[in-house]
């Protein structure tokens, strides 16, 4: 194939560019089949086949008949359901939130010069790539109402101890918490990104006409940041969303189901009850919700760049 | 004074973002090297005094650690080493087309919870007579290497300039030709990065192996998840088996930083 790709591609009059690299282009698709191939059997089969399968009863040893789209009626009016949908974007809207102020806040930081603000970064950044279920752990152990090191923190502070995720009102944004802790350096890294890009004339010019510093961020870095901090803002979103590692570690859901997000739902409907043509229609409801969110984030960011 | 202030003011903003992670790190490496009752003392104590590695002999004593560490290095290498191969011509491939529609597909595959694909692929190892080899945790595992190979190559090929490969084309070279000696090797420094980032999500990765590893074939974050479930909850090997399965993560992290920061700040990439 590469030698008919040979003799076709000699050049005979590189005169008009366009066209001939036109041609070049439409033979590269042969460095994508390998690849092509994975994307289609590991990640568009199985989107047809779920499809397929949350139209149908389908119990592991049970075999399985059609159903229609009574799955998704049952869903619909399925209340663990439904509390697990607003759970979720609870818990998401907390953990897009913390991560952002504090990754824009430590962008600011590190973008200045001081003393070891290499190893200072690094240092920073280690919790994004911390393997999430050992840390979770951790976590676990620190949570712990009487023993836990957090409660002791808090008693040094005269704060009174918390329950953390022993209980069905603190446990979400104790969750968040450890999510911000991940997380936040993935979007200071972004806004990092952004800050750099940033010109200096506006600054100069704003210093001349006595701007102070609180009135050149809110006028010039944040409206220069913007198609940044979209672009972190949909990331985030989606990633939290998705959270499942830490949640299923330290909660499983619990207590009771005040931390079942629809992903822990999900969980347990495929692999602990195995009602797998039930839990396929909560995948296809759950990917429209994160494909809806992420288009409306897309369509802001075409908005802001404009 | 007014200068002095503003350097404390700022001193104390750099301690406040980097203590969350101090605190955690450390504390997993002092319960790690204390005995139960240390661990378990309260006001809590912080410097192991003097430190024991029990902990440590225990995780290997009562557990299958070994082979549990050997099933995490074949995935991830597999997992990462088969992304490369086929990532990176796929990321040159699409560079060269300005094929935008094959870059969101990558991105679809990014933003999909890892659960859906589990149901179905699920099933279907257990029709191939799969389950309890490390192989369906491989192929999972390349739901999360390919996309980023992929997404980080794209961008890496895209800034390259064309050039150099093109004056190979006029000579003569076929596309594979040009892009085996004149592009691949200019693309070292983003295959590097690729290989990075790839090796540490797939190592991190917790939920395939969870769904689809049977007893012989748990990768380590398994492994360290049913020790909190099915045992006495004993915090000094559950933090020394923590902290077994993060450090290589955290050495590589260090090591390689510039190159991660590179890679995430271009992609915004993240396994899972």
Known sequence: ?306 | MKRFLEKLGFGVAVLFLVSPAILVFLWMLSLSLKNELDNTAFPPIFIPNPPVWDNFISVFENNNFLLYTWNSIVVSFTATGLAILIGVPAGYGIAKMQANKAAMLILIARITPGLSYLIPLFLLFQWLGLTGTLTPIVITHLVITVPIVVWVMIGFFEGLPGELEEAALVDGATIWQAFRHVAFPLAMPGITVATILSFIFSWNNFIFAMVLAGRETRTLPVAVNNMLTFEQISWGPLAAAALMVTLPVLLLTLAAQKQIIAGLTAGGVKGG
């Open chain 1, 1 to 306: 194939m590469s030698g008919n790709a040979a003799t076709h591609s000699a050049p005979l009059a590189p005169a008009v560019a366009t066209p001939r690299r036109r041609n070049y282009a439409r033979r590269y698709w042969m460095f994508v089949v390998p690849a092509g191939v994975v994307v289609i059997s590991v990640i568009l089969f199985p989107w047809l086949f779920t499809l397929f399968m949350s139209t149908h009863e389908w119990k592991i040893g049970g075999g399985h008949h059609f159903v229609g789209l009574d799955n998704y009626r049952k869903l619909f009016t399925d209340e663990r359901f439904l509390w697990s949908m607003v759970r979720t974007l609870y818990f998401t809207a907390l953990a897009v939130i913390g991560p952002m102020v504090l990754g824009v806040a430590a962008a600011l930081v590190f973008n200045r010069n001081f003393p070891l603000r290499g190893l200072a970064r690094t240092i920073f950044i280690l919790p994004m790539m911390a393997t999430p279920v050992a840390v979770a752990l951790v976590w676990t152990m620190m949570f712990h109402p009487q023993l836990g090191v957090l409660n002791w923190l808090l008693s040094q502070f005269g704060i009174p101890p918390s329950m953390w995720v022993y209980d069905a009102k603190t446990v979400i944004p104790t969750l968040v918490m450890v999510e911000i802790w991940h997380w936040t350096p993935l979007v200071m890294l972004i806004t990092l990104g952004g800050l750099a890009s940033l010109p200096q004339d506006p600054y100069e010019a704003a210093k001349i006409d006595g701007a102070s510093p609180l009135q050149s961020f809110w006028h010039i870095t944040l409206p220069l940041l913007a198609p940044f901090l979209v672009v972190a803002l949909i990331i985030r979103t989606i990633d939290a969303l998705k959270a499942f590692d830490t949640i299923y570690v330290i909660t499983q859901g619990g207590p009771g189901t005040s931390s079942e997000t629809i992903n822990i739902f999900l969980y347990l409907q495929g692999f602990a009850y195995y009602n797998m043509g039930y839990a396929s229609a909560v995948v296809v409801v759950f990917f429209t919700m994160i494909v809806g969110l992420a288009s409306l984030l897309l369509w802001t960011r075409k908005r802001v760049k404009a």
